[in-house]
C-alpha cells in the first residue's frame, strides 16, 4: 500500500491560465474522488469515478473544471481560466468501492495570484 | 446525508483520554457513523466507522448510543500527534460515497 499520491503539492500560477493536477490512487481501488478544501472549511466533494466512469458531479465543478480517468488508474483535474476564487486544496482520495473508508492523498495546494 | 454537529474546538492534556461527542439526531437506520481526522497540512484520514455496535481499532473506539442519534470518538491516551480536526460524517449505505465534511472538531493537547 504506497497510499494516495498527488502531484504537484504545490501550484502558483496566474489568473487566467490553466492547471492540470494529477492523482494516482492506491492500485486496487475501484473508486475515485476529488475534494476542494478551503482555509477553515472542511473538504468539499467535487466529483468521483467508478473505475474509468466519471459518476456524479458537484454543482461546484464548473465548465472551467474537467476531470477524468483513462483507463480506471490515475486521474486527472484540468482547471481552465483560472479565477482567484480557484484557490484552495485540491484532494483527491481512492476506495475499494462506494461505502468504504477513503485513503487521501495529501492534496495539490493552488495559489492564483 | 444527514447533517452532524460537533463542538468547534477541544482541549485534552498529553496521554490523558479524550472524547469527541458528535450529535446526528436525524440518522436514518442505514447510515453508518464514520470519523475522520486531519493533521495539518495534509489530507484527511481514516480513523474508525461504525453502524450500531460499539467498534474500536488501534487508532481509537467509537461508542453509538442505542438510539443513535449520537456518537462519541474515544482517544484513549492522547499524543501531540493527535492534535488535529476531527470529522463525524454520515455515510448512507445506498449513496454514492462522497463525504459530506462539516467543520469538525479541533482538538489541541497540551504537553
Known amino acids: 500500500d504506497t497510499g494516495v499520491s498527488q502531484n504537484p503539492r504545490h501550484k502558483i500560477t496566474k489568473r487566467g491560465q490553466n492547471v492540470t493536477f494529477r492523482c494516482d490512487p492506491i492500485s486496487e481501488h475501484n473508486r475515485l474522488y476529488w475534494y476542494r478544501q478551503t482555509l477553515g472549511q472542511g473538504p468539499e466533494f467535487l466529483t468521483y469515478f467508478q473505475n474509468e466512469a466519471q459518476l456524479e458531479k458537484s454543482r461546484l465543478l464548473s465548465d472551467r473544471f474537467s476531470a477524468e480517468r483513462p483507463k480506471g488508474s490515475f486521474s486527472t483535474l484540468e482547471i481552465q481560466r483560472t479565477e482567484q476564487g480557484d484557490s484552495a486544496m485540491y484532494l483527491c482520495?481512492?476506495?475499494?468501492?462506494?461505502?468504504?473508508?477513503?485513503?487521501f492523498g495529501d492534496g495539490t495546494r493552488l495559489s492564483i495570484l | 446525508d444527514a447533517k452532524t454537529t460537533q463542538p468547534n474546538s477541544m482541549e485534552s492534556n498529553e496521554e490523558e483520554p479524550v472524547h469527541l461527542p458528535c450529535n446526528h439526531s436525524t440518522i436514518s437506520g442505514t447510515d453508518y457513523i464514520h470519523w475522520y481526522r486531519q493533521l495539518p497540512s495534509q489530507g484527511p484520514e481514516y480513523v474508525i466507522h461504525g453502524l450500531t455496535s460499539n467498534v474500536n481499532n488501534r487508532m481509537a473506539s467509537l461508542a453509538i448510543a442505542e438510539d443513535r442519534k449520537s456518537s462519541t470518538l474515544i482517544l484513549h491516551r492522547a499524543t501531540l500527534r493527535d492534535a488535529a480536526v476531527y470529522y463525524c460524517i454520515l455515510v448512507g449505505v445506498g449513496s454514492q460515497g462522497n463525504l459530506i465534511f462539516g467543520k469538525g472538531t479541533k482538538l489541541s493537547v497540551k504537553p
Open positions: 482520495a481512492s476506495s475499494l468501492k462506494g461505502n468504504q473508508p477513503q485513503h
